[in-house]
């Protein structure tokens, strides 16, 4: 039998759920600064820069939360089976994924826990390649790095020889529990690391019902063409991104400062939130020295860079440990989010 669970979170549920999954929304420091998801390297040849990972982006739209208008309570999960309808309780819910034709496979804790990638809290480069090589379809979530562990020199090293090369680092990265292809761009003052999607995770064009290209294969005259270039050039401008604003959101956030400067707020008794996890540090390898070792191409660089990988292979297996118990505990807390409806049977393998 299916299970399911009706859905309204707190605020501070969901921002909690989004910062332990992608790093939005985490807690800001006692200076205000965005806390650091995680502290580690960047890995290319024998070079390691010591870095922080920071969430680049931030919540700003409206959240609403579903209240009890009786007792201005906030309404939380309840897990429901799709067929009858009754609530299910957690021990009697498991996981399985549905292979198709009505069969499921099921997959304990366990067996999901050991097939999480090994963390190592590396950004380990595999290639470096053209900025404009890789197409805006694939960007995914931009995080910040910063240089931690007296690695600023290196770091801003690596920054301004991406910039003179036009070129961008193509990394893998585990963060959470998650592998991630990742681009290493240099912007502005600092080094971005912009989470890509697997490839199969794009749609092919194949799919939609699209003009061929050229003019003459579309049906264009060259008339309608030199019209629509001069209608772009015309319009051409450059981008601010302070002239956009969320029109929906500012309007939302003027008629409640409306409403509750006219007392019509409503108090709420908010949730204890849960205890914050502290970012943990890496250990990361002499900076200055793998970098002058790579260069003369010497013999120490190797004992070097094996070392480093010891270094990363203990840290890796610390913060598994401690991943696979905090994993284990969202696994029980952390409800479905799919709707009540009825679901034909299905069977389990």
């Given at each position: 039998?299916?299970?399911?669970?009706?859905?309204?979170?707190?605020?501070?549920?969901?921002?909690?759920?989004?910062?332990?999954?992608?790093?939005?929304?985490?807690?800001?420091?006692?200076?205000?600064?965005?806390?650091?998801?995680?502290?580690?390297?960047?890995?290319?040849?024998?070079?390691?820069?010591?870095?922080?990972?920071?969430?680049?982006?931030?919540?700003?739209?409206?959240?609403?939360?579903?209240?009890?208008?009786?007792?201005?309570?906030?309404?939380?999960?309840?897990?429901?089976?799709?067929?009858?309808?009754?609530?299910?309780?957690?021990?009697?819910?498991?996981?399985?994924?549905?292979?198709?034709?009505?069969?499921?496979?099921?997959?304990?804790?366990?067996?999901?826990?050991r097939a999480y990638p090994r963390t190592t809290r590396t950004i380990a480069i595999e290639s470096f390649v053209p900025a404009d090589a890789i197409p805006f379809i694939y960007l995914d979530r931009p995080y910040y790095l910063a240089p931690v562990d007296r690695g600023a020199k290196v770091y801003a090293l690596l920054r301004e020889a991406l910039r003179q090369a036009g070129k961008v680092g193509v990394a893998r990265v585990v963060i959470q529990t998650r592998e991630h292809l990742a681009m290493l761009v240099p912007t502005g003052p600092g080094l971005v690391l912009n989470l890509l999607r697997w490839s199969e995770d794009i749609r092919p064009w194949s799919?939609?019902?699209?003009?061929?290209?050229?003019?003459?294969?579309?049906?264009?005259?060259?008339?309608?063409?030199?019209?629509?270039?001069?209608?772009?050039?015309?319009?051409?401008?450059?981008?601010?991104?302070?002239?956009?604003?969320?029109?929906?959101?500012?309007?939302?956030?003027?008629?409640?400062?409306?409403?509750?400067?006219?007392?019509?707020?409503?108090?709420?008794?908010?949730?204890?939130?849960?205890?914050?996890?502290?970012?943990?540090?890496?250990?990361?390898?002499?900076?200055?020295?793998?970098?002058?070792?790579?260069?003369?191409?010497?013999?120490?660089?190797?004992?070097?860079?094996?070392?480093?990988?010891?270094?990363?292979?203990?840290?890796?297996?610390?913060?598994?440990?401690?991943?696979?118990?905090?994993?284990?505990?969202?696994?029980?807390?952390?409800?479905?989010?799919?709707?009540?409806?009825?679901?034909?049977?299905?069977?389990?393998?």
């Open positions: 039998m299916a299970a399911t669970s009706t859905r309204t979170p707190s605020t501070a549920s969901r921002a909690r759920a989004r910062a332990g999954k992608s790093g939005r929304g985490a807690a800001p420091s006692a200076k205000g600064a965005p806390r650091a998801l995680w502290k580690g390297a960047i890995s290319f040849g024998l070079v390691h820069v010591p870095v922080a990972l920071y969430p680049a982006t931030r919540e700003h739209g409206i959240d609403f939360d579903w209240l009890d208008k009786r007792s201005m309570d906030p309404v939380g999960y309840k897990r429901v089976n799709k067929r009858t309808g009754r609530e299910v309780t957690r021990d009697h819910i498991v996981k399985g994924v549905d292979t198709g034709g009505g069969d499921y496979v099921l997959l304990s804790e366990d067996e999901i826990s799919a939609l019902d699209l003009p061929p290209q050229g003019l003459k294969q579309a049906g264009l005259s060259s008339s309608e063409m030199k019209m629509a270039t001069r209608l772009i050039e015309d319009m051409g401008d450059s981008f601010d991104p302070g002239d956009f604003h969320d029109a929906f959101t500012e309007r939302i956030r003027a008629l409640i400062k409306r409403k509750s400067a006219a007392g019509k707020a409503r108090h709420v008794t908010e949730l204890e939130p849960l205890e914050d996890e502290a970012p943990q540090e890496s250990n990361v390898v002499d900076l200055t020295e793998l970098l002058q070792r790579s260069l003369r191409g010497g013999k120490g660089a190797a004992s070097a860079a094996r070392a480093g990988a010891k270094r990363a292979t203990a840290a890796g297996k610390t913060a598994k440990t401690a991943r696979t118990a905090k994993t284990a505990t969202i696994a029980k807390k952390a409800p479905s989010r799919k709707t009540a409806a009825r679901a034909p049977t299905r069977r389990v393998a």
